[in-house]
């Protein structure tokens, strides 16, 4: 399969802008749903941010919130990372569900493989 290039994907954004837009117009999206799409419609928008947003989220669970800021180019004192770490749950939450007996203890062996090389840098 090719890659989609980034004029294929401003193409394929606006095709769905115009569909949700005339969904709206028509009715079709009542309530909440409708005030945030009208808001997020607005915004400005760029296929670079699909693949940055996909990018951070994929290292989270790998780099603390120095090397997260650091990787993303943000500077030491960013909020910026506040927008991902809600997605960390599972970090919090298996070790708990471990400890108790409901998981399984697994030791993944990429989680092994990234802690030994934070230490040779």
């Known amino acids: 399969m090719k890659p989609i290039t980034p004029d294929r994907l401003w193409a394929?954004?606006?095709?769905?802008?115009?569909r949700i837009m005339q969904m709206i117009k028509d009715n079709e999206i009542k309530g909440n749903d409708r005030e945030k799409l009208e808001i997020l419609l607005k915004k400005p928008w760029n296929p670079y941010l699909f693949g940055r947003h996909s990018s951070i989220t994929e290292k989270l669970d790998?780099?603390?919130?120095?090397?997260l800021k650091q990787c993303a180019g943000w500077r030491p004192n960013s909020d910026r990372a506040k927008t991902y770490v809600h997605r960390k749950g599972k970090q919090v939450i298996n070790p708990l569900l471990q400890e108790h007996g409901i998981i399984e203890k697994q030791i993944c062996k990429r989680t092994e493989e990234m802690s030994s090389m934070r230490y040779l840098s």
């Not at 790998?62 to 090397?67: G, H, R």
């Open 12 to 18: 394929i954004v606006n095709v769905l802008k115009k």
């Open 62 to 67: 790998m780099l603390n919130d120095s090397q």
